[in-house]
């Protein structure tokens, strides 16, 4: 598209931008709530099919295992077959692993449902980022970001209170929970659909705008980056090591067999760290508009991490404020740190500084769920042995200590930018 055609593109018209958005909402929405759908039911795993937290870990940690390599080809895909093709086939991929992983009675087939269904999860994702920027341009495109996301995290919020208001399906066993996220993945089928059928209706007319340069790896460029980008890379890996690896697999399972809670009252607790990111997230982020105190404030989200492990391990009955500073931190820390990395990157390296930082956050993914299960079944951590889990919660009390020890660092060492020559 010529400049000249670039300003007398029109945007799509009101109604066919709600529809497209309702349709993209809906399609992270069902995927996050698929995502989440294993931690309401770990217990049940342990006790009706006896996996160890091992084998429990390795359900989340195969799904982030394809995505170490998969974000470099991801945008790609996107770029060569479109969004909606791309959104379309990646929703049907995470529907058929929804599906083998509620047939998984045995550990291996199980797995292999949660491995199809991270194989599609992430180029969705980037289709999903890739088609928000064709429709939504100007001034608004960084909030309708925050409100895609906000919705897509009630999907996990929705994930973790399943439990309540799907009270009958869990005591039915494992199983019928995992019917229900077939549901949910279904859901977002339906929200691929509708984006497809109003995409293929648009793109004729010119009104969207092309395709952002997918994110590739440029390893020469690796190199380049600054001591800043390098911190802020630790602490995302760091970070979210702690935050999904817990709170999205061994949290709810710990709160049962450790703090004695019920499976409805545990993962209720654990549901408001994403309910605190539904609201919050887009107001710290507006903080950080108005403010410009990246270094501060990513200080400020990394020290309530730690904080939230030592309360955990050390206050009787402290759970639940040890889920506040929990959710605050999921809530300030990320809305903070990815809009920080271009201070520390030029414009020609963002794409590589932006798949770098999260295929490495996958391969930590990874290796922390795996890492945690180990340890579990390593000392004995059950119901009968609480005291089990005490070098689970010193494990992501490490991870979350240096988290902020790179953003305190980070905020005294005064690294800028590199200049653009660097880049180039």
């Known amino acids: ?27 992270l929405f069902g995927n996050y709530y698929v995502y989440d759908c294993i931690a309401p039911i770990a217990e049940l795993l342990s006790s009706q099919l006896r996996f160890s937290d091992t084998q429990i870990g390795t359900l989340n940690a195969i799904y982030s295992f394809p995505n170490i390599f ?21 929703t049907v991929i995470c529907l058929a692993g929804a599906i083998v992983t509620a047939f998984g009675d045995q550990f ?49 919020y929705l994930a973790d209170r399943s439990p309540t208001f799907a009270k009958d399906l869990y005591a039915g066993g494992w199983q019928p929970p995992m019917w229900l996220g077939v549901g949910f993945a279904a859901l977002s089928l339906a929200g691929a659909l509708i984006y ?35 911190l802020l890379v630790v602490t995302c890996v ?57 270094n501060l404030l990513l200080v400020a989200g990394s020290v309530l991490l730690p904080l939230s492990f030592i309360v955990l391990g050390l206050v009787p009955s402290g759970a639940g404020f040890s889920t506040v500073l929990l959710g605050l931190s999921f809530s300030l820390l990320p809305a903070v740190l990815w809009p920080t990395v271009p201070n520390y990157s030029t414009p020609a390296n963002l794409g590589t500084a932006y798949g770098l930082m999260t295929t490495l956050q996958n391969a930590g993914l990874f290796a922390a769920n795996l890492a945690v299960g180990y340890l579990n079944d390593a000392n004995g951590a059950s119901a009968a042995n609480p005291g089990g889990y005490t070098p689970m919660l010193w494990f992501f009390g490490f991870l979350s200590f240096i988290a902020f020890v790179c953003m305190l660092a980070l905020w005294v060492s005064g690294w800028r930018k590199p200049a653009v020559a660097a880049g180039a």
């Open 108 to 156: 291996p087939v199980m797995a292999l449902g949660r491995l199809l269904f991270g194989i599609g999860a992430e180029t969705l994702v980037v289709a999903v980022m890739v088609a928000l920027a064709q429709w939504f341009t100007g001034g608004y495109f960084a909030l309708v970001l925050a409100l895609n996301l906000s919705l897509a995290r009630l999907g996990s």
């Open 196 to 230: 497809f059928y109003v995409d293929r209706r648009e793109a004729p007319r010119g009104t969207l705008t092309l395709p952002p340069p997918p994110d590739r790896i440029h390893w020469r460029q690796v190199t380049r980056f600054s001591g800043g980008y390098w």
């Open 70 to 90: 998969l974000v470099v080809v991801g945008g790609v895909l996107v770029d060569r077959f479109t969004a909606r093709v791309m959104v379309l086939i990646t």
């Open 238 to 294: 760091a970070f979210y090591s702690v935050i999904f690896p817990f709170r999205s697999t061994f949290a709810i399972k710990y709160l049962q067999e450790a703090q004695g809670l019920s499976l409805e009252q545990a993962s209720t607790l654990n549901s408001y760290v994403f309910l605190a990111a539904v609201w919050v997230t887009p107001a710290f982020g507006l903080l950080l508009d108005r403010t410009a105190r990246n």
């Open 1 to 27: 598209m010529t400049t000249a055609a670039a300003a007398a593109r029109q945007p799509p018209s009101v109604g066919a931008q709600v529809l497209m958005f309702v349709g993209v909402a809906l399609v």
